[in-house]
């Protein structure tokens, strides 16, 4: 990879980093932090629906901010909003406040979820702007990866609120980086006119692209997926198998491994298959090892090894479907990269919000649900793919 792109895919990675370590730093913690509070587990699960609901609504503002006022200053504002959110989530001293505070961290972070990709799209577009989003796909994974086990770190001698005040830290971190190391992508003549009727025309343009909605919602699907095992994972792993929150954390960052190892390969495959196949053919990859693992389990087969696995599977075919699908969604609009990228960020996030609450409020303590939940995104992601790309006018080359 060229030298250009490894800078720029590490940097973005690094950004996109704090909204993820936002949630998986401190799942570790919620078990814990349901019993300080005093209260039952789906309160404390509030704080991920909280954080994922102002996560996904808020990207609509900076996506339109960032093609109207640049890249950067959107960024900068989000940023801060989230570091003092962060230190008020570690001094919230009611679990109704924590929850608030999320919220106000979930509107910061969202400025990071959707104005990196519409800077990979600024440089790059097909096969470079795959490659350098699954470098970024890279970046992040170390999240999954090492959040929790961190958070765990820092929970055992200082308590859960050390997390938020960790995460307050690397968000001071990526202003900097910003600062320092991150060009503007947007020049001046190319920003769009601060008008509502340009945001609106923006998005009319994009909800009648059936393929972009197509891509949209299939990636979606994975991130339901992805957040349906966020809602429930530290209960099951340390309530039903008696992990201890170390424990938990290294078979976290195993079920990430899948995601990190495949994602790696998208680019490769999209150069030599096309962009169309390697989706349609991990859709399927996706919606029939979760139907597997469902069956396995309505079967009998209650065991901690094999769950794991299958969820690796599962991952590693969503490591191929997520970095390709945003980069497909995002190919034919350009001139509102921003304003696409969080439409498509925010619909996505919704999706893993209403995941999170439906889990959360069904969830019995046993596997089958969190199974189940994996096995339904999977058969609709699989017939979302179905539709989107049997209609496509998309080359299979994109």
Known sequence: MKPDLIKMALMLGLLSCVGPFAIDMYLPAMPAMAEGYGVPTAMSQYTLVSFFIAFGVFQLFYGPAADMFGRKPPLYFGLVLFLFASIGCALAPTIEWLIGMRFVQGVGAASVMSIPRAIIRDRYTGTEATRLMTTVMLVISISPMLAPLVGSLLMEPFGWPAVFYAVALATVASLLLIYFALPETLPADQRVPVKPAAM??????????????????????????????????????????????????????????????????????????????????????????ALVNLILNLAGVDNFVVLVAMLLLSNAFLGLVVPTTMVLSLDDHGPIAGTAAALGGTMQMMLGAVAIGIVSAVFDGTPLI??????????????????????????ATT
């Open 200 to 289: 609106i025309s923006a998005f009319r343009v994009l909800f009648k692209d059936s393929y972009f909605m197509g891509m949209t919602l299939i990636g979606g699907m994975g991130m339901a997926s992805f957040f349906s095992f966020l809602s429930i994972a530290a209960f099951l792993y340390t309530d039903y198998y008696g992990l201890t929150p170390t424990q938990f954390s290294l078979a976290f960052a195993l079920n990430a491994l899948g995601f990190f190892i495949a994602s790696q390969f998208a680019a490769n495959l999209c150069e030599r298959f096309g962009g169309v196949a390697v989706v349609k053919w991990a859709v399927a990859g996706f919606a029939v090892s």
């Open 370 to 395: 969190l199974v189940g939940a994996i096995a339904i995104c999977g058969g609709v992601a699989a017939l979302l793919a179905a539709l989107t790309l049997r209609q496509s006018p998309q080359p």
